[in-house]
């Protein structure tokens, strides 16, 4: 067996395994809106900072995710406009895409942006 074909099968085995590293996230396309899917990635959440506005504050972040480079159980061809949700997200919330970090081996590293209103006018919303 080759490194190649050992890699490949490590890729699901290990690292998207939801059992293991990765967690289930919902991947929004920008060409084929009302159909959002299940995949399975390594999300690094990255830091975060808060951001004065004049009349609000924002927490803005970035999340890494890892995937498959596979148009059916992963991301293949993102596009400005795709998003996606967390788990742990409320159902109304995405985050856009921003850029293709790099792709090897059956897997691409994809940065999205992630941002929260923390403060809106003299209220601070409950985080």
Request: charged share 30%; proline share 5%; net charge neutral.
């Amino acid at each position: 067996m080759s490194f190649q074909t050992e890699l490949a099968a490590d890729v699901g085995n290990v690292f998207l395994n939801l059992a293991e590293f990765a967690e289930t996230l919902t991947y929004y396309r920008k060409t084929e809106p009302g159909k959002p899917r299940s995949i399975s990635a390594v999300v690094d959440r990255g830091l975060t900072r808060d951001e004065a506005q004049q009349y609000r504050t924002e927490t803005r972040g970035l999340l890494l995710v890892q995937c498959r480079s596979d148009a059916a159980t992963g991301i293949s061809d993102p596009q400005i406009g795709d998003a996606i949700r967390l788990a742990e997200d409320p159902p109304e919330v995405r985050h856009p895409f921003v850029a293709l970090r790099h792709t090897a081996a059956g897997m691409v590293t994809l940065e999205f942006r992630r941002l929260e209103l923390v403060r809106a006018g003299d209220r601070a919303r409950v985080r």
